[in-house]
């Protein structure tokens, strides 16, 4: 049973990219999922979520309107596509489930964790 996130990289700001998150060993559909960021020295972030079965989406305010979140069922995977990158966006990203109905922020409740993967913004 894992998370498995893919996608990081270097970019320029004002530049594009999509995380992947790739589920194993257990059935998406049956969860949300949340994507949280980590810069150095500072703590997890919040970022985006997905709720189960309706595919509600909510954002953080730092990134509402550039980031969009979705999922494929079918192939088991959840998506963070970053547009209009900044330097701020720097970080660690994570993807994480959550059995809960309703959109999750809070970190501790979510109960799996993918290994994260390093998006730098950087010209």
């Known amino acids: 049973v894992q998370l498995q996130a893919s996608g990081g990289g270097l970019v320029q700001p004002g530049g594009s990219l999509r995380l992947s998150c790739e589920a194993s060993g257990f059935t998406l559909y049956e969860y949300a999922i949340g994507w949280f960021r980590q810069a150095p020295g500072q703590e997890r972030e919040w970022v985006a979520c997905?709720?189960?079965?309706?595919?509600?989406?909510t954002y953080a305010d730092s990134v509402k309107g550039r980031f969009t979140i979705s999922r494929d069922n079918a192939k088991s995977t959840a998506y963070l596509q970053m547009d209009s990158l900044k330097p701020e966006d720097t970080a660690a990203y994570y993807c994480?489930?959550?059995?809960?109905?309703?959109?999750?922020?809070?970190?501790?409740?979510?109960?799996?964790w993918g290994q994260g993967t390093l998006v730098t913004v950087s010209s």
């Open positions: 997905i709720s189960k079965h309706d595919d509600t989406t």
């Open positions: 994480a489930r959550t059995r809960r109905s309703t959109p999750v922020r809070e970190a501790g409740l979510y109960d799996l």
